[in-house]
């Protein structure tokens, strides 16, 4: 039942990406007051003063699909959404670096 | 199919209170969110977890559930009894995206395959975005390439029944991707209900491990072993890069650890990354009366204590 399809090259969500505030809603389908309240929370960082101007970037993306599915799995609030991403975004960067570590010290 | 054991999969009793099922969900759910988990089989046992909650978490729904009597098994071949009538009703059809067989049949009204339809023209729901992780080699995405994948995703077919259908998608990987990256590629996640758009898939990078080097973000590092006297003497050496062999000075004096740099030959892009080589000095081994010699003679001639400078 499987079929094979071929698909055009993908989007790499980094810097380089740029999204207005219609574009984060539009691609998690939530409404923009979801992303500007993140944005008043501080874990979403745009490019630009208001939020008409807002350019966000491709982790802003990764970000924004991150909280929505802990606030729906997890029913965690705004600010304990902001809590846990940060604190996983460390957690990410110190396994990140103690893989570094053990490369260069085996064992 | 096979029969849920929905207790079982909260680790609850199932005379359990209607708090206590609440509790253990929350607490599993924490534990195995695919976003908080380094476990292997989080998305899986997420998924059972949420099921099993949302089974239980209805008294209605629990009852019916617990009609079917407590003689079945985790696991065990089930067929509902022939007078079943599923307890249903109350379910959006997007709920039941990544629930079980034994779920739909249960409280849907017939599972996927038996024809459990939807009334197409009374709403449009975008498909659910997917997400996988994909494995690529340094190589690949040095270079660009392409990668087939199988996805397992819900699909609706011509008479509207939900049904688990395995793709295979040719994926292209953009040059330059970096480990931990995300790739979208869009219109290619579960397809939409109603006419609703389809989801997107993202793809999250994950480089495979290589004989030679790791990555560093766009930075490629390579440990590159010497003799003794290449570092003290310097030379001049062939060095593996990801885009090919290099020609690299080895400074005079140099020691185990330090790092040199090939500006520009790590992943590409703007800019691109640099691959660094870090020295390691390896002494031959004193395995014969004459290298021994060579030894005590280099002792004689060239007292150093490389701990006195540390204390040591």
């Known amino acids: 039942m499987g079929e094979k399809q071929m698909i055009p090259i993908g989007e790499i969500l980094d810097e380089r990406i740029e999204l207005t505030l219609h574009d984060m809603a539009q ?11 993140l944005v008043y929370e501080g874990v979403l960082e745009p490019r630009g003063d208001q939020p008409e101007e807002w350019h966000f ?10 909280a929505l599915r802990l606030q729906q799995d997890l029913e965690v609030n705004l600010p304990g959404v902001a809590l846990a991403l940060e604190l996983l975004e460390e957690l990410e960067e110190l396994r990140a670096r103690l893989r570094t570590l053990e490369r260069h010290f085996p064992g | 199919m096979e029969y849920k054991d929905y207790y079982k999969i909260l680790g609850i009793d199932r005379n359990a209170s209607q708090g206590e099922i ?17 476990e292997a089989d989080a998305e899986t046992r997420f998924k059972e977890i949420n ?3 949302h089974a239980l978490k209805d008294p209605q729904k629990r009852k019916a559930y617990d009609e079917l009597g407590s003689r079945w098994k985790q696991g065990q071949e089930f067929h509902p009894p022939p007078d079943w009538e599923a307890a249903g ?3 959006r059809p997007e709920d039941l995206h990544g629930f079980s067989d034994f779920f739909a049949e249960i409280f849907g009204g017939g599972s996927p395959e038996r024809g459990f339809h939807f009334e197409q023209r009374n709403f449009r729901v975008r498909g659910q975005d997917l997400h996988a992780a994909i494995e690529i080699s340094l190589e690949d995405a040095f270079h660009g390439g392409s990668r087939t994948l199988s996805l397992q995703a819900p699909d609706i077919d011509e008479q509207g029944r939900v049904t688990q259908r395995t793709r295979q998608l040719n994926v292209q990987i953009p040059k330059g991707v970096r480990e931990g990256q995300q790739i979208r ?5 579960a397809p939409g209900l109603g006419g609703g758009q389809a989801g997107d898939l993202y793809l999250e990078v994950k480089f495979a491990p290589h004989p030679l080097f790791h990555a560093d973000g766009r930075d490629i590092f390579l440990e590159l072993p010497i003799t003794p006297w290449e570092a003290a003497l310097g030379t001049r050496l062939d060095i593996p890069t990801l885009g090919g062999r290099v020609e690299m000075n080895i400074p005079p004096g140099s020691q185990s650890g330090r790092k040199l740099r090939l500006k520009g030959r790590g992943l590409p892009g703007n800019p ?3 691959q660094f080589l870090v020295l390691r000095i390896e002494t031959p081994p004193a395995d014969s009366e004459e290298a021994r010699a060579l030894y005590r003679r280099m002792a004689d001639t060239l007292p150093y204590n490389p701990r006195k400078k540390r204390g040591i």
């Open chain 1, 27 to 37: 691609r998690c389908s939530v409404e923009t007051g979801f992303v500007v309240a």
């Open chain 1, 57 to 66: 970037g491709g982790q802003d993306l990764i970000r924004l699909r991150r």
């Open chain 2, 22 to 38: 609440k509790r253990a969900y929350k607490k599993l759910a924490r534990k195995y969110h695919p976003d908080v988990s380094k």
């Open chain 2, 51 to 53: 099921e099993a909650y």
């Open chain 2, 89 to 91: 009703g109350g379910f």
């Open chain 2, 185 to 189: 590629l869009s219109g290619q996640g």
């Open chain 2, 272 to 274: 691109p990354g640099d």
